[in-house]
């Protein structure tokens, strides 16, 4: 286990692991001791969680729903299939690596056999339930509004999936039904916990990896030297909450210090639209535009970002890039998607 994970998902095994038993065999009446409260508390730490079970799928879930619990799991995966396959299908449609995820059964079979399939998957001994939630690993710092919404925010965007399938038209064209509107403001310091809580949980959205302290953060907020910004975004299915950072270092030229958008948002161009409005904040200062760009395991899709945005590369150090915007003109922004952003910005 690395020392800096932290789990984004849980998707829990059933039989004598959440409950008491074989449910084909009669069991599956009582959860086990420390279930339901695991549950709960993964839950309000923003934790979202899932079901991947070798049962029959409409009496497990019946089962889940006399229990009380059966709206706590996304996406459930209950089949006679690989546990490997139900697996990797919760993390397709949730879009969260293996390493984000932890996977709870009592069998060490299943354990391997998923391990197996997706080797940075953290796998743990069902039985070993009462302790689960007090490991490191399952620790956040503090509850964001967003976390204590996350599972709910999870829920519509498996709606917005499932609508995007049977949309018969261009990527552009759907995201022109979904009615978004994303509010862009200058971070304060009441946003600082989610500020912290993005760039700890994004990975593949995040242009850099970096990382600031509390104490960082509110210096950047009062410096006149930075232009640090936080977004928003609702839509037709919901509130996405905040979803998206852009920090900017006023100099010379402005530069690009941090670009992040949650994972949840991918397909939304939500990135596109803060480097456009990037590119908007540089004209209006008669100033060039520069990107700080780190290559990490995860973000190769970032700089595929800039690239189709008009970036080109000007120096480079190792896996550290310094990106320059080329075009004379902004980027134009997105006409289906309302956008709300602070005077001058």
């Known amino acids: ?25 009669g069991g599956g009446k009582d959860l086990r001791p420390g279930a339901r409260e695991a549950v709960l508390e993964l839950d309000r730490r923003g934790i979202v969680q899932s079901v991947a079970s070798k049962n029959d799928e409409r009496p497990a879930l019946a089962r889940l729903r006399e229990l009380g619990l059966e709206d706590y799991f996304l996406c459930p995966q209950i089949s006679w299939d690989p546990k490997s396959a ?18 709870v059964d009592d ?6 056999e998923v391990r197996h ?7 743990y001994d069902g039985a070993a339930l009462s302790g689960l939630i007090a490991l490191p690993e399952f620790q956040v ?13 999870y829920r519509a965007d498996l709606d917005r999936q499932q609508a ?9 064209d759907f995201l022109a039904t979904l009615g978004m509107e994303l509010d862009i403001s200058p971070v304060t310091e009441e946003d600082i916990k989610r500020v912290e809580e993005l760039t700890v949980r994004t990975h593949q959205l995040n242009s850099t990896g970096y990382t600031y302290g509390y104490d960082e953060l509110v210096s950047m907020i009062r410096d006149p030297g930075y232009i640090f910004l936080i977004c928003g975004l609702r839509d037709k299915y919901g509130d996405s909450g905040k979803v998206g950072l852009l920090l900017l270092e006023r100099g010379e030229a402005l530069r690009v210090k941090l670009l992040i958008v949650s994972c949840r948002v991918m ?3 939500i990135g596109s639209v803060l480097l456009a409005c990037a590119t908007h904040i540089a004209h209006r200062l008669h100033k060039p535009l520069l990107a700080e760009f780190l290559e990490t395991e995860h973000n190769r899709i970032m700089y595929i970002t800039y690239k189709l945005a008009g970036f080109e590369e000007a120096e480079e150090n190792g896996n550290a890039l310094l990106l320059r915007y080329t075009q004379p003109d902004p980027l134009p922004l997105p006409d289906y998607i309302r956008i709300t952003a602070p005077e001058g910005k």
Request: aromatic content about 8%; hydrophobic content about 50%.
């Open 164 to 172: 995007e399938r049977a949309f018969e038209g261009s990527a552009d």
């Open 117 to 123: 399939v997706l080797p940075r998957i953290n796998a």
């Open 267 to 269: 397909s939304r161009g």
């Open 141 to 153: 710092p503090f509850i964001t509004a967003d976390a204590a919404h996350r599972r709910e925010m």
């Open 86 to 103: 139900g697996v990797a299908a919760i993390l397709g449609a949730l879009n969260i690596k293996p390493e984000a995820t932890a996977f």
């Open 1 to 25: 286990m690395a020392d800096n994970v932290r789990i984004k998902l849980v998707i829990w095994d059933l039989d004598n692991t959440l409950w008491e038993g074989v449910l084909a065999e």
């Open 107 to 112: 069998s060490a079979f299943e354990r391997d």
